[in-house]
Nanobody
């Protein structure tokens, strides 16, 4: 599986962006997909994850720092996972990465994911 993240950019505080993670491979629906971010001088951190599913039913989970502002969703027909980011804050500024893993027991550690996309820069100005 190859992952391609896109949709980053420069936005003012309070604005919104939608990131996309496009995947190659016919078994994309079998992968749990996570979003992580890394701010300058900081370690990469978990943002959100959505479970794999061959139906329309998924579960999702979020870091406390983005809960209520970010929404993760997936469209298996398009092999794409989205991260809708609303009410953006300057502290959301980071490079955002998407990652894919097969049924991880814990979706928050980076080690749960096998495949990683390149990052997309999100910059939120105050």
């Amino acid at each position: 599986v190859q992952l391609q993240a896109s949709g980053g950019g420069l936005v003012q505080a309070g604005g919104y962006l939608r990131l996309s993670c496009a995947a190659s491979g016919r078994t994309f629906s079998r992968y749990t997909v996570g979003w992580f971010r890394q701010a300058p001088g900081k370690e990469r951190e978990f943002v959100a994850a959505i479970s794999w599913s061959t139906t329309s039913i998924n579960w999702s989970t979020y870091a406390d720092s983005v809960k209520g502002r970010f929404t993760i969703s997936r469209d298996n027909a398009k092999n794409t996972v989205y991260l809708q980011m609303n009410s953006l804050k300057p502290e959301d500024t980071a490079v955002y990465y998407c990652a894919g893993g097969v049924a991880p027991t814990d979706v928050r550690p980076q080690t749960s994911y096998t495949y990683w996309g390149q990052g997309t820069q999100v910059t939120v100005s105050s």
